[in-house]
Nanobody, 129 residues
Framework: QVQLVESGGGSVQAGGSLRLSCAAS????????MGWFRQAPGDEREGVAA????????YYADSVKGRFTISKDNAKNTLYLQMNSLKPEDTAMYYC??????????????????????WGQGTQVTVSS
């Protein structure tokens, strides 16, 4: 079965960096839409970043542009989210997600969770001031 396992979360000081990893099994990252989402208590789920693994196109929420970078390693079948200049408002549970359909591009709205079929269990990121 398809599994997505996140790792790399933790507690850091504001201004610090973390790299989240999402290891996929039973699933190939090529020609897929992959995304990172986050949700803090009391807040709506927010699409943070997405990548079309076929075309290479990336998408970012305005709140993280210039600070976060989404990438993939096909050899390791792993998705990454490099997070720099972390702020307390970045504190949330972070989830990776993958589309079910084969597509060269991310269809529709890639920062919307609706196009994703597979979800990981999440990894907690806590940023202190």
């Amino acid at each position: 079965q398809v599994q997505l396992v996140e790792s790399g979360g933790g507690s850091v000081q504001a201004g610090g960096s973390l790299r989240l990893s999402c290891a996929a099994s039973g699933y190939t990252l090529t020609r897929r839409c992959m995304g990172w989402f986050r949700q803090a208590p009391g807040d709506e789920r927010e699409g943070v970043a997405a990548i079309a693994t076929g075309s290479g196109s990336t998408y970012y929420a305005d709140s993280v542009k210039g600070r976060f970078t989404i990438s993939k390693d096909n050899a390791k079948n792993t998705l990454y989210l490099q997070m720099n200049s972390l702020k307390p408002e970045d504190t949330a549970m972070y989830y990776c997600a993958a589309s079910a359909a084969d597509s060269y591009y991310c269809p529709g709205r890639p920062l919307s969770g609706k196009i994703y079929h597979y979800w990981g269990q999440g990894t907690q990121v806590t940023v202190s001031s």
